[in-house]
């Protein structure tokens, strides 16, 4: 049997993330070919994609779509977490070899990150954690930083072995998204979701429930004072919260109930829309 991976262990996780595109075909091979991961489900308009057992993206194809601009709250991006650094070396290494086009790549003391966006400017972000006694804290706190990322030393963690897609383990690390008002999302992820405060700047905010470096992120690099995404436009439609178990599920729910907020219960699920626009779906996990 195989052992939970850490994210699990979490009272809450990130779920499935569900991106609005309009050329489907286009988006779905950037995440086949150059994310690696595998079909798990479609229809004529709605693609699911995902790594072993777990569906990761749902890209629904919507051709006349409104186009959001840069500056929309929003999605900054999805980030995508492998199970170890031995994979991101393999998968910085397929990258090299198919000449993709990356944004940037980071070591953040948490984590080790390599940024790029897929063909509509949905952001990406492809990374693996460094073990928790390793990460880097302020007080009560975690001090993220943004150093320069050791490429080649990476890609030696990778050894020779090839790339041959987004292995069993691979999850939603985490979601970033652009926002209006950090503080405004941060009240509302705190107060509605019962999420942790793990690192704040004055224009970012980073949220974890149970301790991981963060969930959620949201910030204003982008999109100061922008208002709630339009629910038709193109970019990032919502994703989901899972519960580790009933105890979990439950927790949140009261904290959703607490807060006032509206939501509304369909089958199993509990749906929200935060203050940036993004659907937010509560399920057991």
């Given at each position: 049997m195989s052992l939970p991976l850490a994210q699990d262990l979490t009272p809450l996780r990130?779920?499935?993330?569900?991106?609005?595109?309009?050329?489907?075909?286009?988006?779905?091979?950037?995440?086949?070919?150059?994310?690696?991961?595998?079909?798990?489900?479609?229809?004529?308009?709605?693609?699911?994609?995902?790594?072993?057992?777990?569906?990761?993206?749902?890209?629904?194809?919507?051709?006349?779509?409104?186009?959001?601009?840069?500056?929309?709250?929003?999605?900054?991006?999805?980030?995508?977490?492998?199970?170890d650094r031995a994979s991101l070396g393999r998968w910085l290494r397929h990258a090299a070899a198919s000449r993709t086009s990356l944004q940037g790549a980071s070591d953040h003391g948490v984590s080790e990150a390599i940024y790029l966006a897929d063909p509509e400017g949905n952001g990406v972000e492809v990374y693996a954690d460094r073990p928790r006694r390793e990460w880097p804290r302020s007080g009560d706190g975690l001090r993220m930083v943004t150093d320069p990322l050791d490429a080649d030393a990476l890609l030696a963690a990778g050894g020779e072995a090839t790339f041959d897609g987004a292995p069993d383990g691979t999850t939603i690390g985490h979601v970033h998204l652009q926002t209006g008002a950090v503080e405004a999302s941060q009240r509302y992820y705190t107060e509605t979701l019962g999420l942790d405060v793990m690192q704040l700047v004055p224009s970012a905010t980073f949220l974890s429930s149970g301790g991981y470096h963060h969930h959620v992120a949201a910030n204003i690099w982008n999109s100061r004072g922008a208002p709630p995404r339009d629910p038709e436009a193109t970019g990032l439609k919502g994703f989901e919260f899972l519960a580790r178990d009933e105890a979990a599920f439950e927790a949140a729910e009261t904290a959703i109930l607490a807060s006032g907020v509206t939501a509304a219960r369909q089958g199993e699920a509990i749906h929200l829309v935060d203050p940036a626009g993004v659907g937010i779906a509560l399920r057991r996990g």
């Open positions: 990130i779920g499935t993330v569900s991106l609005v595109v309009r050329d489907l075909p286009r988006v779905a091979a950037f995440y086949r070919e150059v994310i690696g991961l595998a079909e798990t489900a479609s229809d004529t308009h709605v693609l699911h994609l995902g790594a072993g057992s777990r569906t990761l993206l749902e890209l629904i194809g919507r051709p006349d779509a409104p186009v959001a601009g840069p500056r929309a709250a929003g999605l900054f991006h999805t980030a995508i977490l492998l199970p």
